[in-house]
């Protein structure tokens, strides 16, 4: 590892963007992920790399498209209803199977909303996003070292997957300052012989298309895609376990919620509550397995989210419903404090929600 710095969690992303290859990125500025555009700015010349600052989103997510065919590392990062815009283009990149990295550094909403902090876009990030059957590798850090960290394996992953791939971060980690050790500078070792990197009259021609005007053959490309998804299902989900070996309560949670509810869980086990936590790091794919087999064991869970209640559906289904699954959560912006989620855990733990 490299040397350690303190960092904002957005710069964090674009240093180890850079380090990770990424010599090309297309943005457009909205709070609260507009550090990294303008990081980015400022050190892509300065390394040889690309930024350009594209008229709207919509634009910017089909510039990824276009330097992501010929196989080089490229991103793009937007902040809530900026990649809603890029949901289109997030789709064409799904469905030409290329390699990419978005990055949303979530705010409020439904709308404009608001620039604090939310965790409102997992529906968005986990379930599509978009037109269409595809899936994206989303990947939700808890702290400015793992804001750069992901950053590294979301590029590995999506180029040994050919699929994009998404740091789902809030405004919160964007904003926030931590010590953070970055990574030595490596190089991308994929090969990628379907890039378009022009023939030289060597090869035959690469195509890469996301229009297939027979059925048949559109449905073939998607099974297999399904096919190369489940792969990942098996091979490539990560996650936290913090306090699990005789927990009768789970807390299942995410990104910043996780650290606030880590704390909670401190208080309460000093009450004599066993409670710990599953956190998920992959969201997609999501650590089903590990939450069935929690389900055998623990009398409940809790999840502890700022939305209106999205990820708790995920648990329910992992769980298969076989135990009691509970909602703490803040929205709009608001985050929940450790002495909210130490009450449900209390509530939880006297026999149910009051």
């Known amino acids: 590892m490299g040397e350690k710095v303190l960092m904002k969690g957005n710069e964090a992303i674009a240093e180890a963007a850079i380090r990770a290859g990424c010599m090309h990125y297309f943005g457009y500025p909205i709070t609260p992920q507009t550090e990294i555009a303008a990081y980015m700015a400022k050190r892509m010349p300065k390394v040889g790399g ?54 949303n550094v979530q705010r409020g909403g439904p ?10 876009d997992y529906f968005q990030a986990v379930k599509g996003g978009s037109h269409g059957d595809f899936k994206k590798i989303v990947l939700a850090p808890a702290s400015v070292q793992e804001m750069a960290d992901l950053t590294s394996t979301a590029f590995d992953l999506a180029d040994k997957y050919r699929m994009p791939a998404m740091i789902l971060a809030d405004g919160t980690l964007g904003q926030m300052m931590e010590p953070v050790e970055l990574p030595e ?39 297999e895609r399904y096919a190369r998804y ?4 098996e ?12 927990a009768d309560i789970c807390v299942v949670s995410f990104g910043i919620t996780a650290r606030v509810a880590k704390n909670a869980i401190v208080e309460a086990r000093a009450k004599g509550i066993k409670v710990g936590m599953i956190r998920p790091i992959t969201l997609w794919p999501f650590p089903d397995k590990v939450l069935r087999a929690a389900a055998d064991k623990c009398k409940a869970f809790l999840t502890v989210e700022m ?8 648990v329910k289904l992992a769980t298969e419903c076989k135990k009691p699954v509970y909602l703490c959560n803040r929205t709009g912006g608001m985050i929940p404090s450790p002495e909210e989620v130490l009450a449900k855990i209390e509530e939880i733990n006297e026999g149910g929600d009051k």
Do not use: C
Not at 56 to 63: H, P, R
Not at 185 to 213: C, D, M, Q
Not at 230 to 233: A, F, G, I, S, Y
Not at 235 to 246: A, K, S, T
């Open 230 to 233: 489940k792969t990942v299902e």
């Open 235 to 246: 091979n490539e989900v990560l996650f936290e376990e913090y306090l699990m070996d005789d």
């Open 307 to 314: 939305n209106m209640g999205q990820m708790i559906e995920d």
């Open 185 to 223: 500078t490596a190089p991308n070792s994929f090969e990628k012989p379907w890039a378009l990197t022009g023939t030289k009259g060597e090869r035959k021609h690469n195509i890469v298309n996301s229009l297939y005007l027979k059925p048949e053959e559109l449905e073939k490309t998607n099974f």
């Open 111 to 120: 709308g404009l909303g608001g620039i604090q902090p939310s965790q409102s």
């Open 50 to 103: 690309v930024f350009l600052q594209a008229e709207s989103e919509i634009a910017a997510i089909n510039m990824v498209l276009g330097v992501a065919a010929t196989g080089k590392r490229v991103m793009t990062s937007s902040s809530s209803p900026g990649v809603s815009l890029k949901s289109e283009g997030i789709s064409y990149i799904a469905g030409s199977d290329v390699p990419a990295l978005i990055v």
